[in-house]
């Protein structure tokens, strides 16, 4: 079965480094979201996005925040200068095989990110 | 106030019991997700509805529009399900995948 993979699994960073997440969502999906969840609290949207643009994005995702799709497969996160805040299970997710097709998420596994 | 309330917060049952985890949201949806975390954090999408109601094994989820309201069934319930159960919700009008989550219904079945 088609699974969206996110790599690494763990990543411990320090304060001010850069990261990047990596995603890689099922090969016909047109539609890409992540999500951040702070340990002990709800998962919450950071960004959807959509026909290699941003459709959407929340208050937590601002220009520390970035996001690309640079070669049709992978999809990143990445956050430009780290702070201990950052620290969350980031998962990726994808759907949609169709243009408009409103159907339900896969997602991947989580990156475990640590800011020390 | 949350926009997305999950009842139970945390629920104990014995193995074979019935479960009920319960969903209320106060915005208008384009569609309602449950989704299960494992305790190792993965997540896996259970159903997608928008209305009526789904079943996929042992797993029921249904919904009503006009009360607003989700519930999620297990039936003989099995130590394998304990997990946190989540409810989130897409808001009418808002892209795919920007999901209002709930807190999460921590279900352990014991044996």
């Known amino acids: 079965e088609p699974e969206v993979t996110q790599t690494p699994s763990h990543q411990v960073t320090q304060m001010g480094q850069e990261v990047i997440l990596r995603c890689v969502p099922i090969s016909n999906h047109l539609y890409f979201y992540w999500y951040r969840q702070i340990l002990g609290q709800k998962v919450e949207f950071l960004v959807s996005f959509y026909n290699n643009e941003i459709s959407e994005k929340s208050e937590i995702f601002d220009d520390q925040f970035s996001v690309e799709r640079p070669d049709g497969s992978n999809f990143t996160l990445k956050i430009r200068s780290t702070k201990l805040e950052d620290s969350a299970m980031y998962f990726c997710?994808?759907?949609?095989?169709?243009?408009?097709?409103?159907?339900?998420?896969?997602f991947g596994q989580g990156t475990r990110l640590t800011v020390v | 106030k949350n926009e997305v309330e999950q009842s139970p917060q945390n629920l104990t049952a014995q193995e074979g019991e019935f479960i009920t985890i319960n969903c209320s949201y106060s915005?208008?949806?384009?569609?309602l997700h449950w989704l299960q975390q494992h305790p190792g954090g993965g997540i896996v999408s259970l159903f997608m509805?928008?209305?009526g109601k789904k079943k996929h094994g042992r797993l029921i989820a249904t919904i009503n529009i006009q009360e607003k309201h989700s519930s999620l069934h297990i039936t003989a319930s099995h130590p394998r399900d304990s997990a946190v159960y989540i409810c989130a919700v897409g808001r009418y009008g808002g892209s795919q995948g920007n999901l209002i989550f709930g807190k999460g219904t921590k279900l352990s079945v014991k044996p």
């Open positions: 997710a994808s759907s949609g095989r169709w243009s408009g097709a409103n159907t339900e998420a896969f």
């Open positions: 509805l928008s209305s």
């Open positions: 915005v208008g949806i384009s569609a």
